[in-house]
């Protein structure tokens, strides 16, 4: 629509991108009328707010968000929106999409490292061809005999993450670690993870260390210092100390050739035009740029990641590698009869299930509810407040019940609960049995062929009024 009705950035396009005649082609069928059937957005609700952003361009943000896996189509969806923003002209301009500058911090001498004898690309081979980073589902599936040929992890190293609440099908995540011949979790309290570990390395919390410095891309660029507000309670102690001694038990010590963390950051600092000392009276060192404006320019042309230099509309990349050049739209499956997706979050009162048993959150928060939406309440005669238990399509049901909330803020296909609870582990005393666990119930993960997320909106719940005497060791 924003093509067919010329409210495009056309010397933009026309300088910055290729593709654009493939794409015009491509986009034709569909219409504002073609989205409301998947979306029931009306169709001049969708018009008018695409006029209202070409009337403000380049001043424009289409944002994919924080959380962009949904359901394994995700790199497309994600292109998608990465192509609007280019036709509304707003990649690096100004009120769009700035150029961010990132500070150089010097590394602390130490050896070179000795060359990796085996990846996590090599073991994927040609799966997820545009992965950059190691996949945690596919550690997962490695962990289990017969699953990657001629190969399998023996041992994994958890470092602030439990994995029992945060992993897509908690049972695969379960039956790996089981197969494991040796898991340490790092962590800075109990988990259900921690039941789980070989051996525990106590870590101290962010409010009593040093962490590394903070160096974020920005307008200007900008480091930061975490420093510690208090002692380390109990028998814990920083990662940086962990690390280190670890290495030097190991005949690794050379590559941590420093006595404590302050002169490691010393080190940095002070090749930075500042020091520890200054910093700690800071917190915060701000830097002028470097790389020109922050826009594009005719003194500061710019240069995308791509094999011809521009915005590839019609990606030769993607086409190369035997994926779609175009951002295909893909049907997706809807909720069989009674089931409703199931649609997760976070909340601004905690930080994943981390923090459910600290006792000044959960006084906050204490439990999730199960967003329901009225109609869907009145089809099953729910009432606000009122216990469900939750089960899923292949069979697998929450440990504990949820409070319903009728809310028109959920659509009438779906239900809503935040992540984080449902905990299973009785050393959690503030956070045991309160609420339910979206990671239970997420038993079908959609890989996107790409890049390799893991979809987890595939997934459909129904409600059960009765307890269906679950049990739960704890």
């Known amino acids: 629509m924003i093509i067919s009705n010329g409210w495009y950035d056309k010397d933009y396009v026309e300088k910055y991108t290729t593709g654009f005649d493939k794409l015009k082609e491509y986009v034709q069928p569909f219409t504002p009328e073609w989205a409301y059937g998947i979306t029931t957005i009306n169709p001049n609700l969708i018009r008018d707010t695409a006029k209202e952003m070409a009337n ?37 301009r100004r009120g769009g999409f700035y150029l961010p500058e990132l500070k150089e911090i010097p590394e ?25 980073l190691p996949l945690a589902n596919a550690i997962v599936d490695g962990s289990i005999p017969g699953n990657l040929k001629d ?31 040796l898991l ?17 390395l106590p870590e101290c919390t962010y409010l009593e260390r040093y962490d590394v410095l903070r160096n974020d891309h920005n307008r200007e660029p900008v480091i930061a210092l975490r420093m510690p507000a208090a002692e380390p309670k109990y028998d814990t102690k920083p990662d940086w100390w962990i690390a280190k001694e670890l290495a030097g038990k190991m005949g690794l010590g050379k590559y941590f050739d420093w006595k404590t963390f302050d002169e490691f950051l010393d ?11 200054e910093m ?20 500061n042309p710019p240069v995308f990641d791509t094999p011809s230099g521009k915005i590839e509309l019609y990606s030769s990349q993607l086409e190369q590698a035997g994926f779609d050049p175009m ?37 906050i928060m204490q439990e999730n509810k199960v967003w329901v939406n009225p109609k869907v ?83 459909f719940v129904t409600f059960l009024t009765e307890n269906p005497d679950k049990e739960v060791k704890a």
């Not at 809807?334 to 649609?343: D, H, S, T």
């Open 108 to 132: 602390y001498p130490h050896p070179p490292f000795p060359p990796v004898n085996k990846s996590w690309r090599d073991i994927l081979g040609d799966q997820y061809p545009f992965a950059e």
């Open 56 to 92: 403000a361009s380049p001043a424009v943000i289409i944002h994919p968000g924080r959380h962009v896996t949904w359901y394994g189509d995700d790199t497309q969806r994600s292109r998608a929106i990465a192509i609007l923003n280019a036709l509304l002209g707003s990649w690096g």
């Open 377 to 459: 309440a009145a089809n099953w005669q729910l009432k606000e407040g009122q216990e469900v238990w939750l089960k899923n399509q292949d069979g697998s049901t929450t440990n504990f019940p949820a409070r319903v909330r009728i809310t028109e803020r959920i659509r009438w296909d779906s239900v809503y609960i935040v992540h984080g609870f449902g905990h299973t582990s009785s050393q959690l005393t503030r956070a045991f049995g309160k609420g339910v666990s979206d990671s239970a119930l997420i038993t079908k993960v959609l890989l996107d062929p790409v890049m390799g997320g893991t979809g987890m909106r595939g997934n």
């Open 184 to 200: 340490v979790v790092i962590d800075t309290m109990p988990m259900e993870i921690t039941g789980w570990a070989d051996v525990i």
């Open 327 to 363: 951002p295909r739209y893909t049907p997706h499956e809807e909720p069989p009869e009674g089931f409703y997706r199931l649609i997760y979050g976070r909340t601004q009162s905690h930080t994943f299930s981390r923090t459910s048993n600290n006792p000044n959150l959960a006084a």
């Open 280 to 299: 700690k009276k800071t917190g915060v060192k701000k830097y002028e740029r470097q790389s020109g404006d922050l826009y594009f320019s005719a003194d």
């Open 267 to 277: 080190y940095k600092l002070k090749r930075m035009d500042s020091s520890l000392e």
């Open 151 to 181: 190969f399998q992890y023996r041992g994994w190293i958890v470092n602030g993450s439990n994995l029992n609440m945060t992993m897509p099908d908690t049972r695969k995540t379960l039956e790996a670690i089981q197969q494991l011949e």
